[in-house]
């Protein structure tokens, strides 16, 4: 076969050549002589030169080298090269090298002269005071030593030294000896300040009972009070003539949805007064007031007696005896279906139920009708639309009347919120523990206040708020969803049905806690929630002003029975 020029026949074999490369050696004798001596001679240079640089080169354990390194560490990657916590120490002291040393005698002293100060706290709560005087003494001693060498600018002296390290080793040794150790110091501290908290726990709970106890107690004047007015209710047939002969127009007014209806339930005739008169004193339009009070048998005769007695601006006022109502028995009414059982009635009176619930929750006035009167207003005001609830522990220092006309949205309810704190929530009021309250409500749902609220009563009535009450209060006929109040009972009954109130309506706690001033100023409602009423002598007597502002002590019988 002819094959193209220039192409090669593969099959041919090509002739084999050495392609292994020559060695060093014998490259290098290939060289020419003076080649040779040439390159010698460089690299004979190159090794002087390096020889040279590298004893003129500082060393890296001086100081000097060690500070350029890092100079140049920290100008070629600033990020990379931080100072060290001990650089930091270093610069902001000035600390000897003695100090320095680990071993050094000034170290020793200063690490004994701050156990020293620890064994004498020690010692002066075991009241050894001879061991306080001998370990003061030589902690005195050793801060002269370090003093002296500080002032002098030298080192401490080696046998004054030794001789104060060994003494207070000495002491050091008596410490353990006598327990003073710190792991016994500590436990010694932790147990005075576990007697200490439970002292002030004491002392807490009895400050409690006893102010439990003067709030419960019937003041000398206001029962002096309650007497007098009887007296004069009974022998005045003119008093008597102002509450039995009203005019139509009266009693129409009572039931007018056009005017500005209150509800007072209390006992307390100087209280409820306060109430009505601050009420009027700041309203704009007093003779559209109507206030609606209910009391029970013991208060009605007085009470009347001092509301016939006085003229609030125009106002009507309603007094009525919670006796009247006939429809509130036991067979419609838990709380008092629970007052027949034994063991309720020895639980909250004797309290022998349960020692571990407060005196507060054992208080027998929480079991009081008038106390729960507040969840059956529609059915003792049935013609009634819209109604402000008032307690008998608050002044009022603004209008009212626009709450009248505040949009509630649907709800039963305007009330001021209380869940600024936590303890204010649901679960400082309910047992959450317990599965019903857990499967139906939020244990961070805000509580509100009772005191001061608008009740839509259309709305109640369609909502059968009653009924709701009832069916929590039937629940709780063992006491294991709350312990005691209206309160508790209230925030289920109204759960989903309230809407919040700007809080400057309702400014809470002047009868526990302080209160901001500026508060106090714009509030329209003053709360004396608490132990410390306003009428009490254990109330505050920074808050009292506010309340007797609204008392006319020139009255003849609050002479008579305050003054003397």
């Known amino acids: 076969m002819v094959r193209p020029a220039g192409l090669l026949d593969p099959t041919r074999r090509r002739p084999f050549l050495d392609q292994r490369r020559p060695s060093f050696r014998r490259r290098w004798q290939q060289r020419p002589l003076w080649v040779r001596l040439g390159l010698s001679l460089v690299l004979a240079l190159a090794c002087v030169l390096l020889l040279l640089c590298l004893a003129g080169s500082p060393d890296p354990s001086s100081p000097h080298s060690t500070e350029s390194a890092r100079s140049d560490d920290t100008v070629s990657s600033p990020l990379l090269r931080q100072r060290s916590y001990l650089d930091g120490i270093m610069d902001a002291h000035n600390m000897t090298d003695e100090m320095l040393s680990a071993h050094s005698f000034s170290r020793q002293l200063v690490d ?63 410490a353990q000896q006598l327990r003073y150790d710190s792991a016994v110091t500590i436990m010694k501290l932790k147990g005075q300040i576990q007697s200490l908290e439970e002292k002030s726990k004491a002392e807490a709970d009895k400050s409690t009972k006893y102010g ?28 008597q003539r102002k509450f039995s002969d009203r005019s139509p127009a009266v009693q129409s007014n009572l039931r007018d949805n056009s005017l500005y209806h ?24 007093p003779e559209k007031n109507v206030f609606h009070l209910v009391t029970d048998e013991v208060n009605y005769a007085p009470m009347k007696a001092w509301f016939a007695m006085h003229d609030y601006r125009g106002a009507i ?7 009247d109502f006939t429809w509130l028995n036991a067979s419609y009414v838990p709380v008092l279906k629970q007052l027949q059982d034994a063991a309720t009635q020895n639980f909250y009176f ?47 220092q603004k209008d009212l009347s626009d709450l009248f006309t505040i949009n509630l949205n649907g709800n039963v309810m305007g ?21 019903l309250i857990r499967a139906h409500f939020d244990p961070d749902a805000c509580g509100w206040a009772f005191g001061m609220n608008v009740l839509d009563l259309v709305e109640w009535r369609n909502k059968n708020v009653t009924g709701i009450y009832h069916y929590w209060q039937e629940r709780n006929a ?5 312990k005691l109040g209206s309160l508790p009972p209230g925030l289920l009954a109204f759960y989903g049905l309230v809407e919040a109130l700007d809080s400057k309506w309702h400014v809470l706690g ?22 410390m009423k306003p009428w009490l002598k254990i109330g505050m007597e920074k808050y009292k002003g506010f309340w007797d502002n609204y008392v006319d002590y020139s009255h003849p019988l609050l002479q008579q029975c305050f003054m003397h």
């Not at 063992?478 to 709350?482: A, I, M, Q």
């Open 112 to 174: 004994q002269i701050s156990l020293a100060k620890t064994y004498i706290v020690a010692a002066k709560e075991a009241s050894n005071l001879q061991f306080v005087a001998e370990l003061s003494a030589q902690v005195r001693r050793e801060q002269s030593i370090l003093s002296h060498a500080a002032a002098h600018g030298g080192t401490v002296a080696k046998e004054e030294a030794e001789k104060a390290i060994r003494d207070m080793s000495v002491l050091f040794f008596q």
């Open 415 to 435: 009330a001021v919120e209380t869940c600024m704190e936590t303890f204010h929530r649901f679960h400082k009021y309910l047992n959450h523990s317990h599965p």
């Open 262 to 285: 209150y509800c007072v339930f209390s006992d307390n005739i100087i209280a409820v007064s306060v109430v009505v008169n601050s009420t009027t004193l700041n309203s704009n339009h």
């Open 350 to 396: 004797s309290g022998s139920g349960n020692r571990g619930t407060p005196i507060k929750f054992r208080n027998p006035k929480y079991l009081s009708m008038l106390n729960h009167l507040r969840f059956y207003i529609p059915e003792i005001y049935p013609e009634l639309r819209k109604v402000v609830f008032l307690d008998d522990d608050i002044v009022v």
């Open 317 to 323: 006022v309603e007094i009525q005896k919670v006796e």
């Open 510 to 531: 002047l009868g526990y806690t302080t209160v901001d001033p500026a508060t106090i100023k714009e509030g329209a409602v003053l709360h004396y929630n608490g132990n």
């Open 212 to 239: 439990q106890i003067a709030a419960e107690e019937l003041p000398k004047g206001l029962y002096c009070l309650g007497v007098r007015l009887t007296m004069e209710w009974f022998k005045s047939t003119e008093l």
């Open 478 to 482: 063992d006491h294991t969803l709350w």
